[in-house]
């Protein structure tokens, strides 16, 4: 960009067809600008290439600086966007559904947890559950609309709660530990086949002495809460 021609064409009016706002992208400064434009606030955008045009907002009272904000009306034809299947990475995998077979009892058709995405034994975990159209309750859940029950919600929540759990330090073991109540449950959207249900399981309060653990558990679809409240486990007395 050449600083004498912008300094020529300042105060041009721009044609009629580039008076829509403009998309903000840096701030250019320009060496050698006319002393005449010191300490004088300008509102004129200026041509600066092509492919793009300025909005002059402020002259600096240096005499060899001018602030320039850049606008652009076109897009450079070499940035291309990303095809959609491209653009949004997979959920990184922390433990896989061997893994989960591992610590978790359950086994077909009742195993709700597909992979562990984030992982604090003991602590909390963050586990997902993908809900396609085979899973065997849509048939009946409902035939015309198919949304995932909320007691399978709760149940797929309590089993990421087991993963926090069944760990030797905290006491937990497939023997002895079990569900044993929920509290303040809200259901706030439906969850359908091809959601992808995000659960996260916080251990808030343990009673070794008497075998129970006081959890908190959010689920998620898309980022928006889709089910939440608290849960007690038996992990069995000392």
């Known amino acids: 960009m050449e600083a004498t021609a912008l300094s020529n064409s300042l105060l041009s009016p721009l044609p009629s067809h580039y008076s829509r706002p ?32 300025c909005f002059l907002f402020s002259v600096l009272k240096s005499r060899s600086n001018l ?23 997979a959920f990184p995998t922390v433990m896989y559904i061997n893994q989960i077979r591992e610590i978790l009892p359950h086994r077909f058709p009742f195993l709700l947890v597909d992979r562990v995405i984030e992982y604090n034994p003991g602590v909390s975990a963050v586990a997902i559950k993908n809900v396609t159209i085979n899973d065997n309750f849509f048939p009946g859940h409902f035939p015309e609309r198919p949304i ?9 929540m309590a089993q990421v709660g087991g993963l926090v759990m069944l760990q030797p330090e905290v006491g937990g ?17 439906p969850v359908v086949a091809g959601d992808t249900l995000v659960m996260r399981m916080t251990l808030v309060k343990l ?9 908190e558990g959010k689920a998620y679809v898309g980022g928006e809460v889709v089910c939440e409240g ?3 486990m038996a992990t069995g007395g000392e």
């Open 207 to 215: 009673q070794k002495r008497f075998g129970i653990a006081k959890m």
């Open 173 to 189: 073991s497939r023997e002895n530990f079990f569900f044993a109540g929920i509290d303040k449950v809200r259901f706030r959207k």
């Open 67 to 89: 602030v320039i904000q850049c606008s652009g009306n076109h897009v450079d034809s070499t940035e291309k966007e990303a095809p959609i299947e491209k653009m949004y990475p």
């Open 230 to 232: 608290e849960f007690l």
């Open 148 to 156: 995932m029950p909320g007691v399978l919600m709760v149940e797929a």
């Open 22 to 53: 403009h998309k903000t992208f840096d701030h250019v400064f320009l060496p050698s600008s006319p002393a005449s434009f010191q300490g004088i606030t300008l509102s004129h955008r200026i041509p600066i290439s092509k492919n793009g045009y």
